[in-house]
């Protein structure tokens, strides 16, 4: 990582370099520069793709949604998509908004995440990748632009439903127990019986 930033706005806007009047009036994120890459070839492709990046995000209705704004073109997936297998194509086209995240969705599954009913967490963690596809055959983490945008309203719940007691952890595979009658001197005397 090498930028980290907290926006409490309900929109901003990503890009390298300040945008047009009519669009810098938003929470403005930049990118870093890519000047200290060690590597010539990546900080020349890195900064050309920034140059033509520009991307507005915006939580209205319940949903995250992304516009591109400029040329790079713009990929995104929840993480548990790049996790094995193929990933999606998901392609935000110029001037068009798309819904990246509802959180509806969200709020139902991890409901039914608490109530057992749902083995694997809600997936609430997004990744944009600018100028390149995901692939399979490639981690994330290659990628010269990558993104990776956390809600932190789902990131409270969350962690307010693990404190509950939620897992992702398979019932049939492990079994946990803790006794809620405890008697130290019984548990003394089963571990002697336990021993040689």
């Known amino acids: 990582?090498?930028?980290?930033?907290?926006?409490?706005?309900?929109?901003?806007?990503?890009?390298?370099?300040?945008?047009?009047?009519?669009v810098a009036e938003q929470r403005l994120v930049l990118f870093p520069s890519p000047a200290?890459?060690?590597?010539?070839?990546?900080?020349?492709?890195?900064?050309?793709?920034?140059?033509?990046?520009?991307l507005r995000l915006e939580q209205r209705a319940g949903q995250l949604l992304a516009t591109r704004?400029?040329?790079?073109?713009?990929?995104?997936?929840?993480s548990q998509q790049l996790e094995g297998g193929e990933p999606p194509l998901n392609l935000l086209h110029r001037d068009q908004e798309t819904t990246i995240f509802d959180f509806r969705v969200f709020c139902t599954e991890l409901r039914d995440f608490r109530d057992s009913r749902r083995e694997r967490s809600p997936d609430f963690t997004i990744f944009l990748c600018f100028g390149q596809c995901f692939s399979s055959t490639k981690p994330k983490e290659s990628k010269l632009i990558l993104v990776k945008l956390v809600p932190q309203f789902c990131e409270y719940w969350y962690e307010q439903v693990?404190?509950?007691?939620?897992?992702?952890?398979?019932?049939?595979?492990?079994?946990?127990?803790?006794?809620?009658?405890?008697?130290?001197?019984?548990?003394?005397?089963?571990?002697h019986m336990q021993t040689d």
């Open 1 to 22: 990582m090498v930028y980290h930033e907290q926006v409490d706005d309900s929109r901003c806007v990503l890009a390298y370099q300040a945008l047009d009047p009519a």
């Open 36 to 54: 200290n890459l060690p590597d010539p070839r990546q900080r020349r492709y890195t900064e050309d793709l920034l140059r033509v990046a520009g």
């Open 69 to 78: 704004l400029k040329k790079c073109k713009v990929f995104w997936a929840l």
């Open 162 to 191: 693990q404190r509950e007691g939620a897992s992702s952890l398979n019932s049939g595979n492990v079994s946990l127990q803790l006794s809620d009658s405890f008697n130290l001197f019984e548990l003394i005397e089963q571990y």
